[in-house]
């Protein structure tokens, strides 16, 4: 799931950038929710059913 929420939010990010030439504080918030839900992901590990 968080893995997911990272991927969503960093290509929201980059769309935005492009599209939009934002490069406001907002839109950086996106990348540093991305990285940690990245890290959230990675030290959570796999669940085994």
């Given at each position: 799931m968080f893995l997911v929420l990272a991927l969503v939010l960093?290509?929201?990010w980059i769309g935005s950038f492009v599209m939009y030439h934002v490069t406001g504080f907002l839109i950086h918030l996106l990348l540093i929710f991305a990285v940690i839900s990245?890290?959230?992901h990675f030290f959570r590990g796999k669940k085994t059913t």
């Open positions: 960093f290509l929201v990245l890290i959230f």
